[in-house]
């Protein structure tokens, strides 16, 4: 048995496959401040091996009352290089990958494209929101901090299952939210517990124990308290990627938006019965013809349509399929 993680494998329902997962694993740590420290430095202890550490700031004097992987003597080092040396010296198995440059538009696929988790770890709004839409779009669970003032936050985003809610529905205001502790100043263990609480929640994701946390986990140092808000998942943008997802919509909510969709109807004349019409303001469906986007289809039953919905997707055309079809209506 490996020495470092002894302690880890005597948990009561954890086992060597456990740990097997957590060695696999690819972890992404974007920041390697004040969460990251925290948050690294656990996961390795954890037997987590590859680790890749993105930030392209370099250690200062003023960072140090929180950021504990460093010390005065790495003052000017990159904090990536640093924090990956630091886990080394926790973890020898460790195969770290410094990144030092920050997360952009341009890199972010090739750097997280390989990873299975991230824990967001930033101290700025512009980059949460990216790496909000990334994971989203590419079903990678994030797991959320951010430590200001006396206060932390934490929330799973579980994008690799099913998953309503983002960014937005946490914090509709977040365009306007500053989220740096430069300004605001930040009490040092606080990032210190969230990142631990990153690192115990990215555990949990990889090995399956126990629930990911749902909701907002807010913590309050002053009071000494930690509170769960729930989460509303009901933000513009969920809702166009939810509707975006749905193969089929019903025939109230085409009704609603009949002026954005091009109706076609698939049935045929021949087999109408005395008393069918096509749909007013409909086209008739011809195999073959070029479908454009935000096209809706209706058949008989809404099994027709939904085929060939599925088939229209598979080429990237926005498509939905009338529920039911006729039978819905
Ligand atoms: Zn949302």
């Not at 700031?57 to 000017?76: C, F, G, K, M, W």
């Not at 969230?194 to 907002?216: D, M, R, Y």
């Not at 019903?250 to 076609?264: R, V």
Request: charged share 25%; with cysteine.
């Amino acid at each position: 048995m490996d020495l470092l993680t002894k302690r880890q494998c005597s948990l009561f329902n954890f086992t060597s496959s456990h740990q097997e997962l957590l060695k696999k694993s690819k972890v992404a740590i974007v920041g390697c401040g004040g969460l990251g420290c925290s948050a690294a430095l656990y996961l390795s202890g954890a037997g987590i091996e590859h680790l890749q550490l993105i930030d392209g700031d370099r250690v200062e004097v003023s960072n140090l009352h929180r950021q504990i992987a460093y010390t005065i003597n790495d003052v000017n080092r990159s904090k990536a290089y640093c924090l990956g040396e630091r886990c080394v010296r926790t973890n020898k198995n460790s195969k770290y990958n410094a990144c030092n440059t920050m997360l952009c538009e341009n890199n972010i696929n090739d750097l997280l494209e390989h990873v299975d988790i991230v824990l967001d770890c930033c101290d700025n709004v512009p980059t949460r929101l990216l790496l909000n839409r990334w994971c989203k779009k590419n079903k990678k669970d994030l797991v959320y901090g951010s430590a200001v003032s006396y206060d932390g936050q934490l929330i799973v985003f579980n994008y690799s299952k099913e998953c309503n809610s983002c960014i937005y529905c946490a914090f509709p205001d977040i365009d306007k939210m500053r989220d740096t502790c430069n300004g605001l100043g930040v009490l040092g263990p606080v990032p210190g517990i969230i990142g631990s609480l990153q690192a115990v929640e990215c555990i949990k994701l990889i090995t399956k124990i126990g629930e990911p946390l749902k909701g907002i986990l807010h913590y309050s140092s002053l009071d000494t308290t930690f509170n769960n808000y729930e989460i509303e998942e009901n933000c513009e943008w969920c809702n166009k990627v939810k509707e975006n997802l749905s193969l089929e919509i019903t025939y109230d909510e085409y009704l609603a938006n009949n002026k954005k969709y091009t109706l076609y109807d698939m049935r045929k004349e021949e087999d109408f019965d005395e008393d069918d019409v096509f749909i007013y303001g409909s086209k008739q469906y011809k195999k073959g013809i070029d479908v454009k986007d935000n096209s809706v289809f209706i058949c008989k039953a809404g099994i027709e349509s939904l085929n060939l919905v599925k088939e229209l997707r598979e080429k990237s055309v926005k498509c939905w399929s009338i529920k039911n079809g006729f039978r819905g209506i």
